[in-house]
């Protein structure tokens, strides 16, 4: 059992994706950005769960499996990751237990690597052009314990199109 809710914020051209009774696609109306459409896949999820992909970005076969493994030992789980064209893991970290002292020590967890119980969740701060995760990632660690299974459920595609308003100097100004 599972569902796809795909966040189009408001592209161009309407997102279309195979026809499948599991999977539904959200239009937002107004371009918002990214802690926007994570947000309204958030309001929109009916799941007990809640597992991220950006759109150039890929779940590899088991991530599903490797979420509930994860689930069951705390309500936020996270997996390694790794590039799409090399599937081994690739600047992974394990994180256990509480990480509030820890989570900026080394890269925050993409949110791709990330499942998360959704009675928990919290909302993405709109008010983040950029690195709302990093922002989201501090907040959730204050009040949640993590664990990690140590297999890749996530694979990033690097690529070298422009980051819409995600760029470096966009980044910055945001940490």
């Known amino acids: 059992d599972f569902e796809c809710v795909v966040v189009d914020d408001a592209g161009p051209e309407p997102v279309s994706v195979p026809h499948d009774d599991r999977v539904r696609v959200v239009r937002r109306e107004e371009n918002g950005g990214p802690a926007a459409a994570r947000n ?21 076969r088991e991530r599903l499996a490797i979420a509930l493994e994860g689930l069951a030992r705390a309500s936020v789980s996270l997996c390694w ?8 893991p690739v600047r992974n970290r394990t994180l256990t237990g509480p990480v509030h002292d820890e989570i900026f020590d080394a890269e925050v967890p993409h949110l791709g690597q990330t499942a998360i119980d959704a009675s928990i969740a919290p909302a993405f701060d709109e008010r983040f052009a950029a690195a709302e995760d990093t922002e989201w990632w501090f907040r959730l660690s204050a009040c949640s314990p993590v664990t990690t299974v140590e297999r890749v459920g996530y694979l990033l595609r690097r690529h070298d199109q422009p980051r819409h308003g995600n760029d470096l100097a966009a980044r910055v100004r945001h940490r």
Not at 52 to 57: G, H, S, T, Y
Not at 81 to 88: E, S
């Open 40 to 60: 309204t896949g958030l309001a929109s999820a009916r799941g007990r769960y809640i597992v991220f992909l950006d759109d150039d970005d890929v779940l590899a």
């Open 81 to 88: 990751r790794g590039d799409h064209n090399d599937p081994r």
